[in-house]
């Protein structure tokens, strides 16, 4: 049997699992109550998103020397999968806000960074997607990525830097129970990402490869 | 070209870095930003750090909105405990915020494999096409 089926099968015990110790075995948060729970998934996507970009970074820079198409497909699956969770991030934060700030939305650096990060790599996404398949707008496009990466500085240290309202540090707070919640979340929330990024990188593999064979069929006189 | 990359990107890194290494240090009012600037007339504000996250002991058999905060802790959070229609509302905010991350990623998840099976199928019917162009320019 293929790993990877067995891995998804894993992937959705184990988010059943974590919706239980989330939902259930948890302790409920003294001072924001139920609404803390929304912690579990946020800190976790956030750090994914982080994973993700880096990993696109890591693969343009990698394409922009070795002018491997692997390497472009690996950057383009990183953004990807960094952007959902990014999306995940900014929804799910907001209604947090909305309990324990009493406002949607605050200008606050580390909001308004994260916003800025997920915008550049919205930009580089829509240039993968609608912006042709040429050799220029890969080329662009890692440049993108590896100027927009670094920003990930900017957003994890904003809080202290420019003394934001946004929490700062909190897992090192945590009670032990909450703290092996988060963990457990933590590595759900990596598995994900591994097969999301997996089947990202396979899916524009495929597309690639049938990219060619058009042309080769074209040539040919097939088409 | 990679050279004329390079220089601006670890000019980047350092600038994020320098700033990272300075985040730990206090704040001074001579360092003071137009994002973090007290207005002229008002004292400076002293910023607390976040609360710790403390758990409260709730009994199995509470009903939804009636927590308590345990007996050792009377003072904690009050405003957390006596309101049911807060109560209710972060509930409420608590399940709109799941629902609103599972539509998400069950969206890109469909998404993904719809596009995946699409391409699968093209890459197929492709791969067969070439095959039998291939055949017949060798019949040829």
Redesign the interface.
């Known amino acids: 049997m293929k790993p990877f089926p067995i891995f998804v099968g894993i992937a959705a015990v184990a988010l059943v699992v974590a919706h239980y110790l989330i939902f259930v075995t948890?302790?409920?948060?003294?001072?924001?109550?139920?609404?803390?729970?929304?912690f579990y998934?946020?800190v976790p996507?956030a750090m994914m998103c982080y994973l993700g970009f880096i990993l696109c970074f890591l693969g343009s820079l990698g394409y922009?020397?070795k002018r491997k198409t692997k390497m472009d497909l690996f950057a383009l699956a990183g953004a990807e999968v960094g952007l959902?969770f990014g999306?995940?991030v900014l929804?799910?934060g907001p209604?947090?806000a909305?309990?324990e700030w009493g406002t949607w939305w605050k200008w606050e650096?580390r909001l308004t960074s994260m916003l800025l990060l997920v915008l550049i790599f919205m930009a580089y996404w829509v240039l993968r997607t609608y912006g042709g398949r040429g050799e220029g707008v890969r080329r662009f496009a890692a440049?993108l990525a590896?100027?927009g990466t670094?920003n990930i500085?900017?957003v994890?240290?904003a809080v202290?830097?420019?003394?934001g309202d946004h929490?700062?540090?909190?897992v090192t707070?945590?009670?032990p129970?909450?703290k092996m919640t988060f963990y457990v979340c933590m590595l759900i929330m990596l598995l994900?990402f591994s097969l999301?990024m997996i089947?990202?990188y396979?899916?524009h593999r495929?597309?690639r490869?049938?990219q060619a064979?058009?042309r080769?069929?074209g040539r040919?006189?097939?088409l | 070209m990679k050279a004329r990359l390079l220089i601006p990107l670890l000019g980047m890194f350092a600038f994020g870095g320098a700033m990272a290494a300075d985040a730990g240090a206090p704040a001074t009012p001579g360092a003071a930003t137009g994002l973090n600037a007290p207005a002229a007339d008002a004292p400076p504000v002293e910023k607390k750090a976040a609360p710790a996250a403390q758990p409260v002991q709730v009994p199995k058999a509470a009903p939804k909105g009636a927590m308590a905060a345990p007996a050792d802790k009377p003072d904690a959070a009050p405003q957390f405990v006596r309101d049911p229609a807060l109560e209710e509302m972060r509930y409420q905010h608590l399940w709109v915020a799941y629902g609103a991350i599972w539509l998400i990623i069950f969206f890109f998840v469909f998404r993904t494999w719809r596009q995946g099976e699409r391409t699968a199928g093209e890459l197929e019917d492709l791969k067969q096409r070439l095959a039998d162009l291939e055949a017949s320019d060798d019949r040829g």
């Open positions: 948890v302790p409920m948060e003294v001072r924001m109550g139920p609404v803390q729970r929304i998934f946020h996507s922009l020397f959902l999306l995940v929804v799910s209604i947090w909305r309990i650096p440049v590896i100027f670094p500085l900017f994890r240290n202290k830097k420019w003394r929490p700062d540090d909190v707070t945590l009670d129970d909450m994900l999301l089947t990202r396979r899916m495929d597309a490869t049938a064979i058009r080769r069929l040919l006189g097939g």
